[in-house]
Structure formats: structure tokens, C-alpha cells
């Protein structure tokens, strides 16, 4: 029962790392139809931030938290700016290829300076063991649900009562008419990157508090599967992020539990087939009809 | 009116591509065994002609076809995992080369691409149909994923099946070098040919129109996902093929040959060269096979300096550096005999034309 239990919690950790990874791939293409396949890069980019400010400038780990959420913010608004914006008129496949180019770039950037090899993370958040009823829950891991939860209410927040979250809504319907109401559209959608890539770097910092390594590939992977549990919950939903990373976390755990923890990449992938044939909206998505 | 018509009659432009595509065979072929090229640099000129292959091919998908599938390495994985098995079955059986002589690789290698192409092709449609079912980017995912999965299957199948099928991590060893230049050009000549008449053909005009507008095309009466179905099949068919290829000519496979990176080093030959150009595919696909080759210096950084190519072409030249031109060698000599021929057809017609 106990091992249960511990492969639950397991579960709903890293499910909380896909739902805040995934909130930012949902909130991108909810605004410009774009899979920013460069948003999983960016949580490697969050480690090897926390990393350097621990290890190479010795400073101490609450530093090294808010540089490295404020890199990853940085970075996504960088990348917005320098790549996405000059495309924003042309065809989807051009964007989807810059992202892609984007993503490597900064996979080989970091090969190139960091190195190949994983760097050790040095703890970030430490405290001593939950005790819940006999059951010991890790510190890590309940911070981690806690801090994921947390953020998800502050973004629905923003979204829902915000003067900034109605522009993000506007202009994520309609662009054009958002722009004609006197929405200023660029800084909406720089403003979406902000938020998506800061919470990439909280995820970031919690990943690699669960994981206490960085390497130049941990974002890609990380990042696919978010992408599956945001098309899981719905894309573009809020709700439906967290609904879909917890959905992955469990199901990765539960695999792992079996002993097939070679096969979990797979089936996520197996996951997201069956979604596609059989509620392509996902759980919590409505349908977009596309106007002619 | 005038611009567009042959002159040319249509059987006799294939004849005369044929011709000149067959003299270049026996030209290089002679070449290669006369030893006037090394058999280190005829190692390279196969490895272009996979490049081709596979570069042509993923041209079919993404400027064609306009979707961008991210795992064309997986496909490549699995047939050159499914004809390098073949071939190696074929070596074990003692009695095929005493009956068949030594050319028994002749008879069995073209059989063993095939069937690497259709074990490709029969994952590409578990794969397309459920996510070109759908606007939107879910092939660029699934195919990527794909990708990585293969990788993964290809490391621990054998743990799963008790035997020995794919070695793991250690790779398949000891595959006949079956893969000649001839073989290689040959099965470059197949590919451009039949994509080529593909996409002149009512197919063709299909899945272009599904590129240029999905609703549109959808509104009269093409049926998108049976052809954007198609167009990936057909790609990946190639992609096997070229992976069967591949196989021959290193004669070792290891599953970390086909990861994402090689996944990407395709998607830039087709990017650079121009999407939806099969010369553009061509030439940058020789290019950038040739280039790391040749500067040791230009190999290492390589990745870096694709992702560069890959967001700077879209950024500034967003068609690559072809465009969608192709170069048509009867269209020239098409303008040609018409310059020949003298203006005076011209001038009797009158101005409408000019």
C-alpha cells in the first residue's frame, strides 16, 4: 500500500513539472498557433542558469532560483522577439521549422560550452520528510505539487480577472480584431512568452531539484511530453494542462512501477495516438471551427 | 500560350533524360572500377546519393506537402534495420552463393531495400492516419516521438523477444557491403523519377493544393487525408530505402545513428535547398554530405551551424535557395529550338503572346 502510494506521489511530482511545462506550450499556441518546440530548451537553459550561479558563482541557492526563472523569462522574450515576430506573417510550416531551428541552436550551444556530459545541480529546495498519517511524503516532492498547484491558480488569475489576461484572451481568438480594439498585440504576445518561458524556469528549478543534473538534451524530451499532456487536457485550456501533466506523471509512474520503464517515452507517444484518434480536443479542449 | 507548350514530344523527353542519366551511370560506374576515383571518395559519392534519397524524399513531405515530419531517421532506422536482417540472412544461407555465384547480392539486395521500404511505409501510415487526420502540427510531434521511440525499440527489443535481433547498443555488425555506386545512383534515379511523375500527375496537383490551402482543397472535393496519407507514405517508403542503402554501405548499424540530429540534418538539406525544389534538394544535399568530408574543421561545428542555416533561411529566405524552381532539362532545350527556330513564328502571331 505504502509503495502505492510513493509511486502516486512519484507520479503527481513529475506531473506537476509537465503541467507547469505544458501551461506554456498551451498558452503559446492558444496565442500565435505555434509549437514552440525551443520552450522545453529553455527549462535546460533554467538549469544550467541555477547551476552556474550555484557551482561557478557560489552564490546561495535562493539566488540562484530567481536568476534562474528570470534567465529562462529573459530568454523566451529573446527568442519571441528575434525569431517569431519577423514570421508572424508567414506560413505555419516556416515558424514550425524556426522553432525547430531554435530548439537545436540551443541544445548545441550548450554542448558547445557546457559540454556533453551531465553538470550536477547542488540542492536547491532541501527540508526534511513529510509525515502524513505513517506515510512519509519527500519534501521535494510535496513543494513541487504545492508550488505547481500555486502557480496554476495565480495564471488562471491572470488570465480571467487581469486587464493583461483579457488582452491574451482577445488576442488569442482574433488577432486582427484584438488589434483593431486598441490591443496592443506585440507587447500581448511578448508578454504570453514571458509568462510561459517563467513558468519554464519554475519548472526548470523543480526538475532539476527531482533530477539534480543538467545536460544539453534534458529539455527535449521533458518538453515533448508536456507538449502531449497540454493536447491531452486540451490545448489552450488552462485547466486542462494540469489535468494532462498529471495524467502523463501517473501514467509514467505506473509504467516504471510495472518494471517497463524502458518503454514509459513510448508510451506517452502510445498516449497521444490515442488521443488523436479518439478526442483530438482532448479532455478538457473545445473545438475550434475554423472560419473560411 | 506559346511558353508553355512542348515541343518536345513527351516520350521522347523521358528517352533523353533516360539516355543522359544512363550515360552518367556508365561514365561514373567506369570511373569507380577502372580505380580512377578511390574507393574512399566513392565511399562519399554513395553516401551523397543516400543523402539524395533521403533529401528528395522528405521534399515530397514538407515542400510538397507542406507537413513537417521530424523522425524521416526513424524511418531510415527501420529499413535499414529490416534490410541489413535480410541481407544478413541471405549471407548465412551458404547455398545461395554457391548456386546463385558471387553476384548473389545482385538478385537479393534490390528485394531487401524494398522490403525496407515497406516496413518504413507500413509505420508511416500507422503514424499518418491518425495525426493527418487533423490540421495542425500533431505530425511534427508523433514523428518525432516516433523517432526516438524506434531509437529506443532498437536498443531493447532484444530483451523483450529473448533472442538476438537488433544486438542493442552494440549494433549490427558485419552486414555485406552490398551497396555499389551503381545500386545507389540507381535507386536515386527511381526516386527522383517517381516522385517526379508523381507530382506532375493528378496526385501531385492533389497534395500541392493541399499545401497552398487545406480548406480550399478540401472544398473541391480532394480528399486531404488520404492524400497527405499518401505523400507521407510515399516519403517514407524512400526513407527506408535509403536506410537499406545506408546499411550496406557502412555495414554497421547502432541505433544512435538515427536520432533526432540525423532527423534535422535532413530537414536542412531540404530547407536550404528550397522547399518544394527537387534540384534544390539535390544540390544541398550533396553539398552538405560532401562538406564535412572534405573540412574537418566545418564537421565539428556543424550542428550549430545548421540550426543557424535553419532559423536565419527562414528568417530571410524563407523559400530556401531554390525557391520551388527545378530545373527541366527539355524546357531549355524547349526554348531553345524555339530560339532556332527564329523569332519569325513570333513575329507572324503578333503581339498577344509577348
Not at chain 1, 502505492?4 to 511545462?21: E, R, W
Request: hydrophobic residues 55%; glycine residues 12%.
Amino acid at each position: 500500500m505504502s509503495l502505492v502510494i510513493s509511486q502516486l506521489i512519484n507520479g503527481l511530482q513529475s506531473g506537476s513539472i509537465y503541467a507547469l511545462v505544458a501551461l506554456g506550450y498551451s498558452m503559446v499556441y492558444g496565442i500565435i498557433m505555434l509549437l514552440n518546440f525551443a520552450h522545453g530548451d529553455i527549462i535546460m537553459v533554467g538549469a544550467y542558469a541555477a547551476w552556474f550561479v550555484m557551482v561557478r558563482l557560489s552564490l546561495n541557492p535562493v539566488l540562484a532560483i530567481i536568476l534562474a526563472i528570470l534567465a529562462c523569462t529573459v530568454l523566451g522574450v529573446v527568442i519571441e522577439k528575434v525569431a517569431y515576430t519577423p514570421l508572424r506573417s508567414s506560413p505555419r510550416l516556416s515558424l514550425l521549422i524556426t522553432a525547430i531551428g531554435i530548439s537545436f541552436l540551443l541544445e548545441n550551444l550548450a554542448q558547445r560550452v557546457f559540454g556533453a556530459g551531465a553538470q550536477k545541480v547542488p540542492a536547491l529546495i532541501s527540508g526534511p520528510a513529510i509525515e502524513i498519517g505513517g506515510q512519509r511524503f519527500s519534501f521535494i516532492a510535496m513543494v513541487t505539487i504545492v508550488v505547481s498547484v500555486v502557480s496554476m491558480a495565480l495564471l488562471t488569475f491572470l488570465v480571467r480577472k487581469t486587464k493583461m489576461g483579457k488582452a491574451m484572451r482577445a488576442v488569442s481568438e482574433d488577432m486582427g480584431t484584438a488589434q483593431l480594439m486598441g490591443i496592443n498585440v506585440n507587447l500581448t504576445i511578448s508578454f504570453t512568452f514571458a509568462v510561459g518561458s517563467a513558468l519554464a524556469g519554475i519548472g526548470s528549478i523543480l526538475y532539476s531539484c527531482a533530477y539534480p543534473q543538467a545536460s544539453p538534451t534534458m529539455g527535449a524530451m521533458l518538453g515533448l511530453k508536456a507538449f502531449v499532456a497540454a493536447v491531452l487536457g486540451g490545448i489552450g485550456s488552462i485547466p486542462g494542462a494540469m489535468l494532462g501533466g498529471f495524467c502523463i506523471g501517473l501514467a509514467e509512474a505506473i509504467v516504471s512501477a510495472v518494471g517497463l520503464s524502458v518503454w514509459k517515452d513510448g508510451v506517452v507517444f502510445a498516449i497521444l495516438i490515442v488521443v488523436l484518434v479518439v478526442k483530438p480536443t482532448g479532455i478538457l479542449g473545445r473545438a475550434i471551427r475554423e472560419k473560411v | 500560350m506559346k511558353r508553355n507548350q512542348m515541343l518536345i514530344p513527351m516520350p521522347l523527353r523521358y528517352l533523353i533524360n533516360a539516355v543522359l542519366f544512363a550515360a552518367f551511370l556508365w561514365i561514373m560506374n567506369s570511373l569507380i572500377t577502372g580505380g580512377a576515383i578511390s574507393r574512399y571518395h566513392s565511399g562519399i559519392i554513395s553516401s551523397i546519393g543516400i543523402s539524395i534519397i533521403l533529401a528528395v524524399s522528405l521534399n515530397m513531405a514538407t515542400g510538397y506537402l507542406g507537413q513537417l515530419p521530424l523522425g524521416h531517421a526513424g524511418f531510415m532506422a527501420l529499413g535499414a534495420y529490416t534490410s541489413a536482417l535480410i541481407m544478413k540472412s541471405a549471407a548465412a544461407a551458404k547455398g545461395l552463393e554457391s548456386a546463385l555465384g558471387a553476384s548473389y547480392a545482385a538478385y537479393f539486395f534490390p528485394a531487401a531495400l524494398v522490403a525496407g521500404g515497406l516496413a518504413a511505409a507500413l509505420f508511416a501510415l500507422l503514424i499518418g492516419m491518425p495525426a493527418l487526420r487533423l490540421r495542425g502540427d500533431y505530425l511534427a510531434i508523433l514523428t518525432l516521438g516516433f523517432g526516438e521511440i524506434i531509437r529506443v525499440v532498437l536498443l531493447n527489443i532484444d530483451n523483450v523477444l529473448g533472442f538476438k535481433l537488433t544486438n542493442g547498443a552494440a549494433g549490427l555488425q558485419k552486414i555485406p557491403t552490398t551497396t555499389t555506386f551503381l545500386f545507389t545512383f540507381i535507386f536515386v534515379g527511381i526516386t527522383c523519377f517517381v516522385i517526379h511523375t508523381m507530382m506532375k500527375s493528378r496526385h501531385g496537383r492533389a497534395i500541392l493544393s493541399i499545401r497552398e490551402n487545406e480548406i480550399a482543397a478540401e472544398s473541391c472535393g480532394i480528399s486531404t487525408t488520404y492524400y497527405k496519407t499518401l505523400g507521407f507514405v510515399v516519403s517514407a517508403f524512400f526513407a527506408g530505402i535509403a536506410g537499406g542503402l545506408y546499411a550496406g554501405n557502412v555495414g554497421i548499424l547502432n541505433p544512435s545513428s538515427f536520432g533526432f540530429m540525423k532527423s534535422i540534418e535532413i530537414l536542412v538539406m531540404v530547407v536550404l535547398g528550397g522547399m518544394g525544389s527537387m534540384l534544390g534538394s539535390v544540390l544541398s544535399a550533396s553539398v552538405l554530405t560532401a562538406l564535412p568530408e572534405l573540412l574537418r574543421s566545418f564537421a565539428e561545428n556543424r550542428m550549430v551551424v545548421y540550426s543557424l542555416v535553419l532559423v536565419i533561411v527562414m528568417i530571410f529566405k524563407p523559400t530556401g535557395l531554390m525557391g520551388t524552381y527545378d530545373f527541366s532539362l527539355n524546357g531549355l532545350l524547349d526554348k531553345l529550338i524555339l530560339k532556332l527556330k527564329g523569332g519569325n513564328a513570333r513575329f507572324q502571331k503578333g503581339g498577344p503572346d509577348e
